[in-house]
Structure formats: structure tokens, C-alpha cells
């Protein structure tokens, strides 16, 4: 039988990796609560918060990622949704 070639353990990346995503995360989402249907926009949400959960639950090494991306996220979500609302 043949040997199967698996992937080295790589160390699990950290908050500021998860930031970033949770940043590009957190646009999307400011977008679509500002701009678009209020029903897609929780749709999305739920979606980014079920993804941070599975992420947290299911690798306990990527917590800290989950945590980094959930927290930038939702600042720049607030941010954006705030400043759309005092612009308008």
C-alpha cells in the first residue's frame, strides 16, 4: 500500500492575522448594514458570527485568531454604521 504525504504541523496564526481578515470582514458588513437590505445584512452576520464560533470551538489553538478577527470586525462594522448615520 502506498504512504500517504500529509502537511507538517504549522503554528496556528495569531490575533493580528485575524484582525486583518475580521477588518476586510468588518467593510463588508458595514457596507451591507449602511447600503443594502437589512435582511441581507443579518444574513452576513450571522454567517461572520457562526464562522468566529466554529473557528473558536472547533481549534482551540485558533482562539486567539477567532477572537482578534471577531473584535476588529465588529469595531469597524460600529464604526462604519455610525459614521454613515452621522453623514446622513
Known sequence: ?????????RPAPGPRAGGLLGAAAGLLLGWLWTDQDRDVALAVSLVFAGLVAAV???????????IGMLVVGVLVTAGLVRLAS???
Open 1 to 9: 500500500m502506498r504512504e500517504l504525504h500529509t502537511v507538517p504541523d
Open 56 to 66: 473558536a470551538a472547533g481549534a482551540p489553538g485558533w482562539r486567539p485568531f477567532a
Open 86 to 88: 452621522a453623514v446622513s
